[in-house]
């Protein structure tokens, strides 16, 4: 029997619902100069006044996808005017392994800051989101140490690379799940250069603990808004579960908004009580709105 092609779709973090396609203001502006890939697109918002960003990072198993469309949800804020948003391509584990996309995603919002400037940003409110893969690399983002180089020659390491909140979908969060639930999706061990089927036990347990976003958790972490299904077999409930766990441990403000019933295709960001959860908390945090109910 073959695949539906919206289950394929949705195993590599790419829902058929949601992507929109839209024209960004800048495109294709490299951050690096490692490889073509480090580049992204910048969508600018219709503000006199230093407008906050979101930064989306795409998913598909860190080897596929493509930052050329963004969530409808973020779209429309964009549309609206209040909103910027930064879509970040990265290597991919062809080209190199972990944590060269995380070092990616970190570098980009560097960039960011050293732009916002000339592009009308706020570099005081940058947010970070992304689905499956992109969910990984937004918690990563949120809770590793700042990547700032005060003493780098190049401008852009002395700038920071810590965001003021993350809202993951659908992200994997704690590689140490791979010896306790099963994953089917051979990505996981890519990420790290493993062949699929690699069993966890024969994996590096320092690379399993460094790849892991939960390893980075401290007090000092930006809120989070944790996103998943509970029917997901791609990447399992219990990533979102340790996380918010871990987090409230922490004392760090944590949300986890399940989608009951839900797939890995939330990792999509285009179920709608979920995109309309991440649009209100984007305001909440960057406008001051107050909490509303949820939808």
Request: hydrophobic letters at 40%; one cysteine or more.
């Amino acid at each position: 029997m073959k695949t539906p092609i919206r289950l394929l779709l949705a195993l590599f973090g790419l829902s058929p619902l949601i992507a929109h396609a839209q024209t960004p203001t800048h495109k294709d502006v490299p951050y690096d100069d490692e490889h073509p890939t480090q580049i992204l697109d910048v969508y600018l918002a219709d503000s006199e006044a230093p407008a906050p960003v979101m930064v989306y990072i795409h998913g598909g198993g860190w080897r596929a996808g493509s930052k050329n469309r963004i969530p409808r949800y973020l779209a429309e804020a964009n549309a609206a005017g209040w909103l910027a948003v930064v879509s970040v391509e990265y290597r991919f584990t062809n080209v190199a392994i972990h944590p060269a996309q995380v070092d990616d995603c970190a570098r980009a919002i560097q960039f960011i800051r050293h732009h916002a400037g000339e592009w009308n940003l706020d570099p005081k409110r940058i947010g970070v989101t992304g689905g499956s893969a992109g969910g990984h690399l937004s918690a990563y983002v949120a809770l590793q140490d700042d990547e700032q180089d005060p003493g780098a020659d190049d401008p852009v390491s002395k700038l920071s690379s810590r965001v003021s909140f993350a809202i993951p979908f659908a992200g994997p969060t704690d590689w140490g799940l791979l010896g306790k639930v099963e994953h089917k999706h051979p990505a996981y061990r890519q990420l790290l250069g493993y062949k699929p089927g690699t069993p966890a036990s024969e994996m590096s347990v320092d690379l399993k603990k460094d790849v892991s976003p939960l390893s980075f958790v401290s007090e000092d972490d930006p809120p989070i808004l944790i996103v998943h299904g509970d029917a997901d077999v791609v990447v399992p409930f219990e990533h979102a579960e340790v996380l918010e766990t871990a987090l409230k441990g922490a004392g760090v403000p944590v949300e986890l908004y399940i989608v009951k019933g839900g797939n890995h295709g939330v990792s999509g960001g285009g179920e709608s009580g979920s995109a309309k959860r991440a649009t209100n908390y984007i305001r909440q945090q960057f406008l001051g709105d107050e909490p509303v109910g949820k939808p």
